[in-house]
């Protein structure tokens, strides 16, 4: 290949060319005043001398402000354009996923754009209620009878015991042995406990002629003395006294 001849008319490698605005190597399309072909890289074929000088004459006299040089600076930037445009071109030429876009003439715009994928929402599944919770009836009960508790019976002097006791009251056994039981119970309801009567004609260290209503039967006089507060609390007139048979 070689260069194009600046002479009276326009050639390629020695051929005349038309002025046209196709490469007149691979037909690419061109705009004016394109130094170099986009596609093969041939160097174009330059207007005819004198064209660009008429030019920027005639606006300079139609316009005197210009001073010639708008033509000059018009042409400079439609080439630097033209220069970006292809830069661009080959910078994105590598990567397919992003849109090619290749200025070739101002004529066409070649776009390829990759689609977008997007994420299946994700299912929720149904939930369903749980079933109700059953309560059982509450459980009814017989109301409870609650009876007075019964005072334990009537306890007796153990036979040949030697010791010491504490004497509630005593009742002459004219008025009978009946009435000695009935005090023994009401100690018995004031909640004494061992509760008993004895015939004092039948002890040595008692009264005869007595039913003697009694509460515990303690080995010695230290410890009928320290329940005797108790028992005076339901009898105010009792006293300890020891038992000899």
């Not at 994928?117 to 409870?144: D, G, I, K």
């Not at 320290?226 to 006294?241: C, E, K, T, V, W």
């Amino acid at each position: 290949m070689t260069e194009v001849e600046e002479t009276g008319g326009l050639t390629v490698d020695g051929t005349p060319v038309p002025e046209s605005r196709h490469c007149p190597r691979c037909s690419a399309a061109v705009v004016p005043l394109q130094e170099y072909c986009l596609e093969c890289g041939l160097r174009l074929p330059r207007a005819e001398p004198g064209v660009l000088e008429r030019s920027s004459a005639e606006l300079a006299g139609r316009h005197p402000w210009t001073g010639g040089w708008l033509l000059s600076a018009l042409l400079g930037l439609a080439i630097a354009a033209v220069g970006a445009a292809a830069a661009i071109a080959i910078s994105d030429g590598g990567d397919s996923s992003a849109a090619v876009t290749a200025a070739t003439g101002g004529s066409r715009t070649a776009t390829e754009v990759t689609p977008t994928l997007t994420a299946p929402e994700p299912t929720v599944p149904a939930t369903t209620a749980p079933p109700p919770a059953t309560t059982a009836p509450p459980t009814t009960t017989a109301p409870r009878t609650t009876t007075a508790p019964r005072p334990p019976a009537t306890i007796a002097w153990p036979a040949q015991k030697r010791g010491w006791t504490i004497v509630l009251l005593s009742v002459p056994q004219g008025n009978g042995r009946a009435a000695a039981e009935e005090q023994a119970a009401a100690a018995r309801r004031r909640g004494l406990t061992d509760v008993g009567v004895l015939n004092s004609s039948r002890f040595a260290s008692l009264h005869p002629g007595y039913f003697a209503v009694f509460t515990g039967v303690f080995d010695s006089e230290a410890e009928a003395t320290s329940a005797l507060p108790r028992a005076r609390s339901a009898f105010p007139l009792a006293y300890s006294r020891p038992v000899v048979p």
